[in-house]
């Protein structure tokens, strides 16, 4: 179902996101987790990294709230993954498969996704960054942050 595919897309590009991109840390660590995933985000596509247009900002600080996210990335964070795997919702992500065949951002201050879509870029861009991290020098950051990663997870 569009519904579980979605909750595990989205932990796995948060759990990417800190295995590769946890370095350097914002200064704020409650971003930290955020910035991961919108690292992350952008390589699964360069739109989700993208600002969005004024009147996306000013339909969805109506439809939604007063925060507004700097990008897609940040919108999918905290209104649709964090939503999803803590209250069983999203806000401000839909997912059709009829009314688009990627992802629509629409002035009305909502993002259309297809789930198919979704899930094939999630596990291309993870096959690209795993092959980059085979690939990498041993004192590259990507290394360093998977090793981290794996270190504390052992521990």
Known sequence: SPFSVSIMV?????TLGEIFYSNPSPADSRDKNREAFCRFCA????RFARPH?????KAFAQRWSTVRPDSIS???YTYFRNSLIHGY?????FLTGKSTQDILVRDDG????????LVEKFIAATKVQ???LRESPPDSGIRRNALEYLDRLLA
Do not use: C, K, N
């Open 43 to 46: 390589r699964v596509d360069q």
């Open 110 to 117: 909502t993002v259309l996704i297809h789930p198919r879509w």
């Open 130 to 132: 795993i092959e980059e």
């Open 10 to 14: 989205m932990s796995g590009i948060g």
């Open 89 to 93: 919702y999203g806000r401000g992500v």
């Open 53 to 57: 247009s004024v009147a996306f900002r």
């Open 74 to 76: 940040g919108v999918l």
